[in-house]
């Protein structure tokens, strides 16, 4: 199968407008066309953030990039978490206030 020898998902450098005060940003490269974001890249993003200090954390989607990012090519898309800690609920917009402003996680995004 050609699909099957595709990477898995894995942890690279945050997009260069990470803010430096705040809960911890971590980012994952992926190929979107094959990836399951609950199943591949969730898990890495939660040990990401327990690596960042954020044990048990809930993740708050931040932003999604597919050019100018450090991925390799065979997965070129970066998507970027806020680590919130556990009994923050993401979905309240606490990810939303604790992340930067320029992403409402529509996937529209002038800067990509």
Same mark, same amino acid.
Not at 31 to 42: H, N
Not at 58 to 80: E, F, H, M, Q, V
């Given at each position: 199968?050609?699909? #099957?020898?595709?990477? *898995? $998902? %894995?942890? &690279? #450098?945050?997009?260069? !407008? /990470? $803010? ?30 327990? !690596?960042? #200090?954020?044990? !048990? *954390? &809930? ?5 999604? /990039? *597919?050019?100018?990012? +450090?991925? $390799? ?16 609920? *993401?979905?309240? %917009? ?8 320029? !992403? +409402? ?6 800067? +990509?």
């Amino acid at each position: 199968m050609l699909l #099957g020898g595709c990477p *898995a $998902p %894995g942890p &690279t #450098g945050n997009p260069l !407008d /990470t $803010p430096l005060e705040g809960p911890p940003v971590v980012s994952v490269c992926y190929a979107p066309l094959v990836t399951d974001r609950a199943g591949e890249i969730e898990p890495v993003a939660r040990t990401a953030c327990a !690596d960042a #200090g954020v044990a !048990d *954390a &809930t993740l708050g989607y931040w932003k999604r /990039t *597919a050019i100018l990012n +450090d991925c $390799p090519l065979l997965k070129k898309s970066r998507i970027a978490y806020v680590c919130l800690p556990a009994g923050d609920d *993401a979905s309240d %917009g606490a990810a939303e206030s604790a992340a930067p402003a320029g !992403d +409402d996680g529509s996937g529209n995004h002038e800067a +990509d």
